[in-house]
């Protein structure tokens, strides 16, 4: 057992806080941190990608106290909660069983060993550059070298190395892939304006949830994608933070991890 501020720190350690607020501070949107505080101490603790109502529903049936995301529980500002929305139920559903709800989301996405760094490792990278830097080691979007193959034989590699069928892939099929940019979750608005300023330079951008427009502009000039579906791209790297978290804990308290099936 330890208290809610303790384990926090504890996740805190390994995604620290002020590097979302940095991104903020640059312009973009977030809201990480302890979203829902129902308890001061901490016994049990889900990990979940998503506060999903299955997610939730978990948490319950195995006696948790706890549940840490990696998306927000509460992204936008809410004028009303009600049990009735799909989009409100699960968080309703956390606030009546007294549950603590934690989000560690841009600052996850962008530390060291964290989201985006972990997708990247996961695809094999070699000599890795961060395209967008934030502080020392740490930043969004990674460029790096891999050995050369075609796009056929590498689109093949990453649907085995994420055992997912659903990953697509657009390009000539026996163009040569030497070199990878990659984006945890949907990285297309950062992979254009990083091709606008010369700075995206791979051959194969892979990344997830692109809309067409940008799809059309890689294309035009003959950048290869691959788009990995959301979930399948950030669970990885948020299997690999749960982890390092049980290790920092050193058995204070209970961890348990809930896999989403339906996006697998």
Same mark, same amino acid.
């Given at each position: 057992m330890c208290s809610l501020q303790e384990f926090f720190s504890t996740? *805190?350690?390994?995604?620290?806080?002020?590097?979302?607020?940095?991104?903020i501070e640059l312009g973009d949107y977030d809201?990480?941190?302890?979203?829902?505080?129902s308890t001061n101490t901490v016994k049990?603790?889900?990990?979940?990608? *998503?506060?999903? *109502?299955?997610?939730? !529903?978990?948490?319950?049936?195995?006696?948790? *106290?706890?549940i840490v995301t990696h998306h927000p529980a509460i992204y936008a500002p809410i004028k009303s909660?009600?049990?009735?929305?799909?989009?409100?139920?699960?968080?309703?559903?956390?606030?009546?069983?007294?549950?603590n709800v934690i989000s560690m989301h841009?600052?996850? !996405?962008?530390?060291v060993n964290g989201i985006d760094q972990s997708l990247a490792e996961k695809l094999c990278a070699k000599e890795v550059e961060i395209l967008e830097k934030l502080v020392k080691n740490c930043g969004y979007g990674r460029q790096f070298i891999i050995e050369e193959t075609t796009l056929k034989e590498y689109y093949e590699n990453v649907k085995v190395l994420f055992n997912c069928n659903k990953i697509l892939c657009y390009g000539k099929e026996d163009s040569k892939i030497k070199s990878v940019a990659s984006f945890c979750g949907?990285?297309?608005?950062?992979?254009?304006?990083l091709l606008e300023n010369g700075c995206l330079t791979a051959d194969l951008i892979i990344t997830s949830d692109m809309p067409h427009h940008a799809l059309k502009e890689l294309l035009e000039v003959e950048k290869r994608v691959i788009l990995i579906?959301?979930?399948?791209?950030?669970?990885y790297g948020f299997s690999k933070?749960?982890?390092?978290?049980?290790?920092?804990?050193?058995?204070?308290?209970?961890?348990?991890?809930?896999? !989403?099936?339906?996006?697998?």
């Open positions: 996740l *805190d350690g390994l995604a620290p806080i002020s590097l979302s607020h940095k991104l809201n990480s941190g302890i979203l829902v505080h049990k603790a889900l990990f979940t990608l *998503d506060l999903s *109502d299955l997610a939730v !529903d978990f948490a319950i049936k195995n006696g948790c *106290d706890t909660l009600s049990q009735e929305s799909a989009s409100e139920k699960a968080l309703v559903k956390a606030i009546k069983a007294n549950l841009l600052n996850l !996405d962008v530390a949907s990285g297309s608005s950062t992979a254009l304006k579906p959301h979930y399948v791209a950030e669970e933070y749960f982890a390092n978290v049980n290790l920092k804990l050193k058995n204070k308290i209970e961890t348990i991890y809930f896999l !989403d099936e339906r996006f697998k």
